[in-house]
C-alpha cells in the first residue's frame, strides 16, 4: 500500500473525514526522508494533522521508528488515541509501545520494602494516615495493572505517595540486581519497546539517550521529533548536569532506610543546605571558569561526605533481601551524585555553568554550549530524523547542528483560512514597551477590545508583574469576569474560561502553548510585548557571545518569532474560528526586524487601527 492510499484510508474513518492537502504533502516527504535516508524539517500549522502525517509513512517504511514527543501529555495521546486508531485503520499490521522514564512506573519492589518488618516496624506506618490510604490503594492498583504506568491511574496520588512507590533511574540498582525485576513494571515497558515497530518516548527519555551514547532505547531506523521547537532547550538540559539540594535529600532519605549513624546521615541532611550556602549569592548568574574558591571547596567537601556514606554502605553486610535492596539503591544514588560532583569538578571545556533556581533552592547548572555535536554523534550520523512542530525556528537546523547539505526543509502551511477568519492587529502609536507610559496605554487597549468582543479574551504577558497590573486595572473598568492565571491551576483555569463564553483569561508564559480553546469562546488572543528570551539568561548570554553579532538573529529573533506564533496559534483551532490577535508591541510594526517575525506568523490581514480590530470583534462576536 502507498502513502497516498493509506492515508486515505485512515483519514476516511475520522468522524470528521476531509481532505488535507498539507498533511499528503507531509506524508509524501516523511515517506522520501525515510526511504532516502535524509533528515527532514517540516512546519505543519495548526489543523494539518501532522501527527497522522508522520506516523502513516513511519509506519508504512517497515523501520523501527522511535517518536520522541515534547510533554508526556502528547506521549499519552499518542498511546491513548492515535496509535489505536491507526492499528485499526491503517491497513499494515504492527507493533507499537509507550516507554517513559522509571518513575512514571510503580516500583513493586518498594511496596514490598514498605510493608516488610525487618525493622520491627512496617515502614509505611512512617507516613502520615492520608498518605498510607494512598500507598494501600496504589498498592491495590498494582495487583490489577498490566503496565504499573502512573498515566493509567483514574485518580491522582500525591508526590509523596507516588514517591514512596516509585523510583528514578538514579535509584534503581537494575533489574538482575533486584528480586522483582522478572515482574518489574518498568523493565517490562523496555521488553515491549524492544519488540515494537513503533516505540513513544518522551524528549527527555530522547535526551538521556544520546547523552548516554544511546544506552537507554532499543536500536531504531528513524526518530521523529514532535513539537521540535524545543530540541535544543531539552537537549541542553538532559546532556547536561544539574545539581541540586534535592539529591542531598533523596539521598538522605535512601540512607535513613538503611543506615541508623548521624556521623555519616548528617553530612548529607547537611550538604543541600553547605550547596545552598555556597550558591545563593551568583543565582540567575553565570560562574567563572574555574570556579570561585567557595564553590570550588564546597564540591569537593560534598564529595567526600557522600564518599564516607559510600564507605559506610560498602560496610554492610545483610542477608535480608529488603536491606540489600536498600544499601543497593543509597549506593546507586550516591554514585550518581559523585559523578555528578566529579563532572562539575571536571573539564568543562565545550560547557556553561551557572546557577538556577531562587535563593532558596538554588542549583548548578552546567549545560553544553552548542547540542549540535551530541547530536551529530548520538542521531544526525546513523538515523533519519525527522523534525516537526506547527512553529520551526527560521535557525532549527544550525541551532541542533544539522549538517549542510543533509537535509530538506518544508512547510505545509494550514488548512485554515486564516486571511478571511483572522486579524493581526499591531498597536502601533503605544510608547517603547521600555518607557513608563507603556503599562497604562496597554490596559486602555485592553479595556476597548474586550469591550468590543464581549469578553471572550486570553491576554498574554511576558511577565507576573505585567498580568498582575493589567488584571487589576481591567477588571476595574470592565464588567467581563477577568480570570488570573494566579487564581486557579493551569488545567482548573483553562476549564472556567472555557465555560463562561463572557470571561477573560490573563496568563504568562506557560499559556503560549499547549492551550486549546475552538470556538466563540476564545475570540481575541492579546500578547503585551514581543517574547523576546530575557537578556540575562546565563545560557543564552554565553551562546550570544560565541555567536557575536549574529546572535540577534540566530538565538533572539528565531525565539521571540517561534513564542510569538505559538501564542497566535491559541486563536483558530478549528477550520470555522475566527479572532483577532493583537500585538501592544509596536516594534512589531516599526523595528527594522519585523519582517522576520510577521513572517513566522500566520497569514492574517493585517492592521494597525484598533478601529478595524474592534469592527471585526463586534462582527463574529455580535
Request: net charge negative; with cysteine.
Amino acid at each position: 500500500m502507498n502513502v497516498e492510499a493509506a492515508l486515505h484510508s485512515v483519514t476516511a474513518a475520522l468522524p470528521a473525514a476531509e481532505d488535507r492537502p498539507g498533511q499528503l504533502q507531509m506524508a509524501q516527504a516523511v515517506a522520501d526522508a525515510i526511504e532516502h535516508g535524509r533528515h527532514l524539517v517540516v512546519q505543519a500549522g495548526t489543523g494539518t494533522g501532522k501527527t497522522i502525517g508522520y506516523l502513516v509513512p513511519a509506519i508504512l517504511a517497515g523501520k523501527t521508528i522511535v517518536v520522541a514527543t515534547a510533554t508526556k501529555a502528547l506521549q499519552d495521546q499518542l498511546a491513548s488515541k492515535d496509535l489505536p486508531f491507526l492499528e485499526a485503520h491503517v491497513g499494515v499490521p504492527f507493533e507499537w509501545a509507550v516507554l517513559k522514564g522509571r518513575s512514571n512506573y510503580l516500583c513493586r519492589q518498594r511496596l514490598d520494602e514498605l510493608q516488610a518488618k525487618d525493622k520491627g516496624q512496617m515502614e509505611i506506618e512512617e507516613f502520615a494516615a492520608t498518605t498510607r490510604v494512598e500507598i494501600n490503594r496504589l498498592a491495590d492498583w498494582a495487583k490489577r495493572s498490566t503496565t504499573g504506568d502512573q498515566a493509567e491511574l483514574d485518580w491522582s496520588p500525591t508526590d509523596r505517595a507516588w514517591q514512596a512507590v516509585s523510583v528514578g533511574s538514579d535509584e534503581c540498582p537494575g533489574a538482575s540486581k533486584c528480586p522483582k525485576g522478572p515482574v518489574c513494571f518498568a523493565e517490562g515497558a523496555r521488553d515491549r519497546a524492544a519488540a515494537a515497530n513503533v516505540i513513544v518516548v518522551n524528549m527527555h527519555l530522547y535526551g538521556l539517550h544520546v547523552g548516554a551514547g544511546g544506552a537507554i532505547l532499543p536500536e531504531h531506523d528513524v526518530v521523529v521529533v514532535d513539537e521540535a521547537h524545543q530540541l535544543e532547550d531539552i537537549m541542553s538540559d538532559t546532556v547536561g548536569m544539574e545539581l541540586s539540594g534535592g539529591r542531598f535529600t533523596n539521598l538522605t532519605v535512601a540512607l535513613k532506610r538503611i543506615l541508623d549513624d548521624p556521623a555519616v546521615v548528617g553530612p548529607i541532611a547537611e550538604g543541600g543546605v553547605a550547596l545552598r550556602d555556597a550558591l545563593a549569592d551568583s543565582v540567575g548568574q553565570r560562574l567563572s571558569l574555574p570556579f570561585p574558591p567557595n564553590v570550588q571547596d564546597t564540591l569537593v567537601d560534598l564529595r567526600n561526605r557522600v564518599q564516607r556514606a559510600q564507605d559506610a554502605l560498602r560496610a554492610i553486610n545483610t542477608d535480608v533481601d529488603e536491606a540489600k535492596q536498600r544499601k543497593l539503591r543509597g549506593q546507586q544514588l550516591a554514585t550518581r551524585l559523585q559523578e555528578a560532583i566529579d563532572q562539575a569538578l571536571g573539564d568543562l571545556t565545550g560547557y556553561v555553568a551557572f546557577v538556577g533556581g531562587g535563593p532558596e533552592f538554588p542549583r548548578l547548572e552546567i549545560a553544553p554550549l552548542d547540542v549540535g555535536p551530541v547530536l551529530a554523534e548520538g542521531v544526525w550520523g546513523n538515523k533519519t530524523a525527522v523534525l516537526t512542530s506547527a512553529t520551526i525556528p527560521s535557525s532549527l537546523g544550525a541551532r541542533v547542528g544539522l549538517p549542510d547539505g543533509t537535509f530538506d526543509e518544508l512547510d505545509v502551511g494550514s488548512p485554515f483560512h486564516y486571511e478571511q477568519n483572522g486579524l493581526l492587529y499591531c498597536a502601533i502609536h503605544l510608547p517603547d514597551p521600555r518607557s513608563a507610559q507603556f503599562a497604562a496605554a496597554v490596559h486602555d487597549e485592553l479595556v476597548a477590545l474586550i469591550t468590543a468582543a464581549g469578553g471572550r479574551t486570553l491576554a498574554l504577558f511576558t511577565s507576573y508583574k505585567a498580568m498582575d497590573a493589567a488584571a487589576e486595572a481591567v477588571r476595574a473598568k470592565v464588567d467581563f469576569p477577568i480570570l488570573s492565571q494566579r487564581d486557579l491551576p493551569k488545567t482548573a483555569l483553562v476549564k472556567a474560561f472555557s465555560d463562561d463564553e463572557k470571561a477573560c483569561l490573563f496568563a504568562t508564559s506557560g499559556f503560549f502553548q499547549g492551550v486549546d480553546i475552538p470556538g466563540r469562546t476564545l475570540s481575541l488572543v492579546v500578547v503585551d510585548k514581543i517574547p523576546f528570551p530575557r537578556p540575562d539568561d546565563p545560557l543564552l548570554s554565553a551562546r550570544r557571545e560565541l555567536l557575536g553579532p549574529a546572535a540577534f538573529g540566530q538565538i533572539d529573533i528565531p525565539r521571540a518569532s517561534m513564542l510569538l506564533a505559538q501564542a497566535t496559534g491559541r486563536l483558530i483551532r478549528t477550520a470555522t474560528d475566527r479572532g483577532v490577535v493583537a500585538v501592544m508591541d509596536p516594534r512589531l510594526g516599526k523595528a527594522n526586524y519585523r519582517w522576520d517575525i510577521v513572517k513566522a506568523l500566520p497569514p492574517m490581514k493585517r492592521t494597525r487601527h484598533r478601529a478595524e480590530a474592534e469592527a471585526f470583534l463586534r462582527e463574529i462576536t455580535g
